[in-house]
């Protein structure tokens, strides 16, 4: 993916987080992730990858894709995600929709926290992931951005 795309798609996802990300249980987060493909998959589709997320949030991922549609030249897919998260092991739970354009790689996923461990049982918030996928490897990587929300009212439980 060109790096001014990926800037643009950055952007916009910023400025499209929920108002919420202001309040003292949310906390932005950003920065580059890789992921390959793992050693078993579990997807009706066989599509899975382990990744790895640095910058605002250090954590691993794993995704599983549950359903894909092809409508050439791109192909939509939903899956669900766990993000465990280095610091204490918290983990969040995803539910994902991605498009990827099967001619160039280039790919947009946007994962919907609906809960977690923790002080993410309850937990909430959006992150997209902007990046290229290489059709020879199945290896990715790219940039996120995003929100990530707990409920409480301790802040000390936010993102570390």
Same mark, same amino acid.
């Given at each position: 993916? @060109?790096? @001014?795309?990926?800037?643009?798609?950055?952007?916009?996802?910023?400025?499209?987080?929920?108002?919420?990300? @202001?309040?003292? #249980?949310?906390? @932005?987060?950003?920065?580059?992730?890789?992921?390959?493909?793992?050693?078993?998959?579990?997807?009706?589709?066989?599509?899975?990858? *382990?990744?790895? &997320?640095?910058?605002?949030?250090?954590?691993?991922? !794993?995704?599983?894709?549950?359903?894909?549609?092809?409508? +050439?030249?791109?192909?939509?897919?939903?899956? *669900?995600?766990?993000?465990?998260? #280095?610091?204490?092991?918290?983990? &969040? &739970? =995803?539910?994902?929709?991605?498009?990827?354009?099967?001619?160039?790689? #280039? +790919?947009?996923?946007?994962? *919907?926290?609906? =809960?977690?461990? *923790?002080?993410?049982?309850?937990?909430?918030?959006?992150?997209?992931?902007?990046?290229? +996928?290489?059709?020879?490897?199945?290896?990715?990587?790219?940039?996120?951005?995003?929100?990530?929300?707990?409920? =409480? #009212? !301790?802040?000390? !439980?936010?993102?570390d």
């Amino acid at each position: 993916m @060109r790096p @001014r795309t990926m800037m643009t798609a950055a952007l916009i996802a910023m400025l499209a987080a929920p108002v919420a990300a @202001r309040a003292k #249980d949310c906390k @932005r987060v950003s920065g580059p992730f890789s992921a390959v493909p793992p050693a078993s998959c579990a997807s009706p589709v066989g599509i899975c990858t *382990h990744g790895r &997320l640095t910058g605002g949030l250090d954590a691993t991922y !794993d995704f599983v894709a549950d359903t894909q549609t092809v409508v +050439f030249p791109t192909a939509e897919l939903t899956g *669900h995600s766990t993000i465990t998260i #280095d610091k204490g092991g918290a983990v &969040l &739970l =995803g539910e994902d929709t991605s498009s990827l354009s099967l001619l160039t790689g #280039d +790919f947009t996923t946007t994962v *919907h926290i609906v =809960g977690g461990t *923790h002080q993410y049982k309850r937990g909430s918030g959006t992150i997209v992931a902007v990046g290229v +996928f290489d059709f020879a490897t199945g290896a990715t990587s790219g940039i996120y951005t995003g929100t990530i929300c707990k409920k =409480g #009212d !301790d802040e000390a !439980d936010a993102v570390d």
